[in-house]
């Protein structure tokens, strides 16, 4: 997989319509090749789980090539090549400049990285005062898991069921305070990891209101047509991946104020913790060992992210201008 700075030209193959829908979503933000970089932030701090991870600044990632735009999408890669790294392998992990406070928003994803022992990719949400403005954890697993983790985490006082969630999801916790959260474990294999990627990945929306916090998934192949006009109607899409709500959450009071996130990081307090019980533990006697001294088994540590768009709710059906988008290259 090679970084080009090329951006397609889109304009030939994008038609405009103008059609009356149902939705009540207007597109408040659209992040794509045109724009991402100008828009997220680089953060290059320590990572806060306690990684293996050396998170690059834009600057030295755009020159390792760890991050950039790739034949139309985003690309957010690790290290693949220094053997034990000192501080950590690189990576990056960027933040919307803006922040949002309950909306609908949807990835149009191609690619993770996941599947490999020793990551912990997560596409996430979270706000200031950790965990007072709470969190919202979209995509998330570590080592070779092999389906999404959706999890919140909040201050106390916020205990939320899974009512109205697919039948396979199974909410394990329901109390969303603190460290542990509140967490769905799913179980289709296209929603994560090695089986998200062999099918081309697919479309994570999520849907935040007062009333409850919904993640649903659509493999590439079954996208709903309104999502692809860029007419997003979540009351076509059917039962949620996970869907929290309940009277023992006030959601606004608990969730306000989130900056997007996408990170790949490395063992720490989870896919680190877990290792030893883990099918990984074969590999390494530690996932810093393994992590450190096998550079290669992260060349598909990366996120190809076609876009990310936010809608908010504007209360009530109205007359849209939709775009069409035009028919996504492969890109592998
Ligand atoms: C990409 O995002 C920009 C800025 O939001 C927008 O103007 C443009 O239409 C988007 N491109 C596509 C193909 O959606
Ligand atoms: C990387 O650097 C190139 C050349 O300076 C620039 O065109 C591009 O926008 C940069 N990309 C990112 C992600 O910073
Ligand atoms: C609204 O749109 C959705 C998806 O496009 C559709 O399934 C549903 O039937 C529509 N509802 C109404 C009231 O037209
Ligand atoms: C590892 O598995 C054992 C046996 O199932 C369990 O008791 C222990 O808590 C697990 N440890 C971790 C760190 O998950």
Redesign the pocket.
């Known amino acids: 997989m090679r970084i080009s700075q090329l951006l397609l030209p889109l304009s030939a193959s994008v038609a405009c319509v103008v059609g009356i829908t149902n939705s009540s979503y207007t597109i408040a933000d659209n992040y794509n090749s045109t724009n991402f970089f100008n828009e997220f932030n680089f953060f290059t701090g320590q990572d806060p789980t306690g990684g293996f991870v050396d998170y690059q600044g834009e600057a030295p990632a755009n020159q390792s090539g760890l991050a950039g735009y790739s034949n139309g999408a985003i690309y957010l890669g690790v290290d693949h090549k220094t053997v034990n790294p000192a501080g950590g392998r690189n990576s990056v992990r960027v933040t919307s400049n803006k922040a949002y406070t309950k909306g609908l928003f949807i990835a149009d994803i191609a690619h993770m990285p996941a599947g490999i022992c020793g990551t912990w990719p997560a596409f996430w949400m979270f706000g200031p005062n950790w965990p007072n403005s709470g969190e919202i954890d979209i995509i998330e697993g570590v080592n070779m898991q092999a389906s999404n983790s959706i999890t919140l985490h909040t201050s106390e006082g916020c205990s939320l069921d899974g009512t109205g969630s697919v039948a396979s999801s199974v909410l394990a916790s329901t109390d969303c305070t603190g460290n542990n959260g509140c967490s769905f474990k799913t179980a289709d294999p296209l929603n994560f990891g090695t089986g998200f990627n062999a099918a081309g990945g697919g479309v994570y929306a999520m849907d935040w209101t007062s009333s409850a916090i919904a993640v649903y998934f659509f493999p590439r192949t079954s996208i709903p047509a309104d999502i692809t006009a860029g007419t997003p109607n979540p009351s076509g899409w059917g039962m949620p991946l996970a869907r929290f709500s309940g009277s023992g959450c006030d959601i606004d009071s608990h969730f306000m104020n989130q900056n997007i996130v996408f990170d790949t990081t490395f063992c720490g307090q989870w896919a680190g913790?877990?290792w030893?019980?883990s099918t990984c533990a074969a590999l390494a006697p530690t996932c810093n060992a393994y992590v450190g001294q096998n550079p290669s088994a992260f060349a598909g540590a990366y996120w190809l992210v076609n876009y990310v768009k936010v809608f908010q709710n504007s209360g009530m059906a109205k007359r849209h201008l939709g775009y069409i988008r035009p028919k996504l290259t492969p890109y592998m």
């Open positions: 913790q877990v030893s019980n």
